[in-house]
């Protein structure tokens, strides 16, 4: 009888032990298309390779970055529109942020609804920020305050254009190498003097910050930072997914990798 119990407790251990194995097993192995709007955006993959229906480079559903596109009133349209499109055709996932959730407008035309304020906004692996009334939010305390407190959680920062400023107010850039767009490259050796301000250079890599030159070196700086992230040939099919056909890789300056 005394084996007997032994037996059906060993029995009913290993039987409890089986769902959670299968379930990490099928965690590790589940793929999607990054999103193309087209059916298969819908559906998931056993293995990794190629989506049968447009072909595009399968990623891998767990371990996608989640990237926080940081919107501001009068924000520069392609300084963010550029980027979004590049990460989410590399499988991205982005959300968009800004103080509150109040409509914000780019360029006096294009109306966007944020999907979180910064009361609410989830964590992310990756910080972006963008031109176009810069000054509202890198002189902001209050916006300044929150990047802060996400600084020792973010694995990367990324900045096209004048979003540098923003970064900059933050200490994201001290003692760092940064650019920006080239009519704000003395305004910026001005306003962060712990910064080495280059002109003349598409985007420049700290290793876990990136800073881009205006509006279409953001898109540069983007696909250099997919290059970094997921390799050069995938970068490259991105761009030709794009039709993004001028991009020239490593044409930034890298001081190192991470």
Not at 89 to 96: D, E, I, L, M, N
Not at 120 to 135: C, E, N, W
Not at 147 to 159: G, L, P, V
């Amino acid at each position: 009888m005394k084996y007997l119990f032994l037996f059906l407790t060993v029995l009913l251990i290993g039987c409890n032990s089986v769902p959670s194995d299968k379930k990490v097993e099928v965690e590790k192995k589940t793929f999607v298309c990054p999103p193309c709007d087209q059916s298969c955006d819908t559906l998931t993959f056993d293995v990794h390779g190629k989506c049968p229906q447009c072909s595009m480079e399968l990623v891998s559903k767990s371990q996608a970055l989640t990237i926080c596109f940081y919107l501001q009133d009068g924000i520069e349209l392609l300084d963010f529109a550029g980027p979004m499109e590049v990460f989410v055709v590399a499988g991205f996932k982005v959300f968009t942020v800004s103080k509150t959730k109040d409509i914000i407008i780019s360029q006096n035309i294009l109306k966007i609804t944020p999907d979180y304020s910064i009361e609410d906004a989830p964590a992310s692996d990756v910080m972006a920020f963008f031109g176009g009334a810069h000054g509202s939010p890198s002189r902001d305390s209050t916006v300044i305050s929150w990047i802060q407190s996400r600084k020792s959680k973010t694995a990367y920062f990324f900045s096209v254009c004048t979003g540098a400023f923003i970064m900059g107010r933050a200490g994201v850039l001290d003692n760092l190498t940064a650019t920006t767009y080239h009519t704000q490259i003395e305004a910026l050796r001005k306003a962060l003097p712990k910064t080495k301000v280059l002109d003349n250079v598409r985007y420049v890599d700290n290793g876990n910050v990136i800073t881009t030159a205006g509006i279409s070196a953001g898109i540069d700086g983007a696909l250099h930072f997919v290059a970094k992230i997921k390799g050069i040939d995938f970068a490259k099919k991105i761009a030709e997914d794009i039709e993004y056909d001028k991009w020239v890789p490593d044409q930034g300056l890298i001081i190192k990798t991470k």
